[in-house]
């Protein structure tokens, strides 16, 4: 099997963006965004789903975190389309599910070519909202991850059912279950000989 790995820069004049990506890794990162919430979180789903990562990007933080949250979505979703090639004999589905305590994250993937992502569905229970942490939120959580399908080509569908108001707490069940999802699509199915659409591509 060719070797999964990509190196993808990206430079805007709001950001500077550099990403390493082995798909078949072991869980090894190295990981500076400036956004430390989102360094934790794509750490999460790197060793969840052994992927071996290295982000180091550059932005206009200053002004605030808009710009470089969505660019290292991009590159991120770029790494991952670009590594797996043709998508040759890829499982190309999985879902995975991440509970802790009151908290449930079950995250679906499709490696179709379709990319999809409307918002994290949330099903709340006995709380009015998730809050704000003070420099990221929800918000923020979605542009990251639509950016990210887009870029790979994925359908991302995920479903979060919580009684509790943290953020951190809620988004580290996200993507740790995004790291497993993503970690099964993109194994390879040894009874799979080919590409795994009847229309025999994926875009």
Do not use: C
């Amino acid at each position: 099997m060719n070797k999964r790995i990509a190196t993808v820069p990206r430079k805007t004049k709001e950001t500077d963006i550099n990403v390493k990506l082995n798909i078949d890794g072991s869980g090894k990162s190295k990981i500076n965004t400036g956004i430390a919430i989102l360094d934790h979180m794509l750490e999460l789903l790197a060793f969840h789903g052994l992927f071996d990562l290295n982000i180091v990007a550059k932005g206009d933080l200053k002004i605030d975190i808009h710009h470089t949250n969505e660019d290292v979505g991009i590159v991120l979703g770029e790494a991952f389309n670009k590594a797996l090639g043709d998508k040759k004999g890829i499982k190309r589905a999985a879902s995975a599910s991440w509970p802790m305590e009151d908290v449930v994250a079950t995250v679906t993937v499709d490696i179709s070519g379709r990319p999809f992502f409307e918002e994290i569905k949330v099903s709340l229970t006995n709380q009015p909202k998730i809050n704000d942490a003070e420099e990221y939120s929800l918000s923020y959580a979605n542009h990251f991850l639509e950016a990210f399908s887009n870029k790979m080509g994925i359908n991302l569908n995920i479903e979060l059912k919580t009684s509790n108001p943290d953020l951190h707490t809620n988004l580290e069940l996200v993507f740790k279950a995004l790291g497993k999802a993503l970690d099964e699509a993109t194994q390879i199915d040894p009874r799979r000989k080919g590409i795994p659409s009847t229309k025999g591509v994926i875009d």
